[in-house]
């Protein structure tokens, strides 16, 4: 269904209905986002708050969704970006927001610990996706991509379906980075 992860109200919506439809919550990904390109002097805080309210905010509305109805053994998988940890110009909210979803799994992992549900992220590289060829940083060439480290989706659902499943029973709080080794290269 349809869901504006930035609306609480849609996230609840999205979860109720989810519940009514299967009986159970078993697995959340968190994989909502968007960037924006302007210098941090030019950036507005109704641009900040639109990246904030998707980055971040769909996970922190879906993991308190999850933590509300799951049951042990539940699990919620984030996705964030290396951007986390490594970033480039032009990119503030988006990369603000994803280093906030990383401290966001740590958290919820120690909250959920109780509550017998799993938490994790991921931080893929640059994948084989629209968002990375029309990056304005990329078509400038600002930002230099080197095809071979460049993943293809199914790198990342692979990882997501890992962490998500019965096979991670004891991985919790974990930023698995999923960039072909490019972050040791930047």
Request: contains cysteine.
């Amino acid at each position: 269904m349809a869901c504006d992860v930035s609306s609480e109200a849609q996230v609840a919506a999205t979860v109720k209905t989810a519940m009514d439809r299967f009986g159970r919550l078993d697995v959340v990904v968190n994989n909502a986002d968007l960037m924006t390109f302007k210098s941090l002097e030019d950036l507005t805080p109704e641009d900040w708050q639109r990246v904030l309210n998707v980055d971040l905010f769909g996970a922190v509305h879906f993991t308190k969704q999850a933590f509300l109805t799951m049951k042990p053994g539940g699990a919620i998988v984030n996705v964030a970006s290396i951007h986390a940890v490594m970033t480039e110009p032009l990119v503030a909210p988006y990369a603000a927001a994803k280093a906030a979803v990383v401290s966001l799994t740590r958290s919820a992992s120690i909250e959920g610990k109780a509550k017998g549900i799993r938490v994790n992220v991921v931080l893929p590289g640059a994948i084989d996706t629209p968002m990375l060829w029309d990056n304005p940083n990329v078509k400038s060439g600002a930002e230099k991509v080197d095809r071979s480290m460049v993943g293809k989706p199914e790198d990342i659902a692979a990882a997501i379906a890992f962490l998500a499943s019965d096979d991670a029973a004891f991985v919790t709080g974990t930023a698995l980075r999923v960039d072909g080794g490019r972050l040791d290269q930047l």
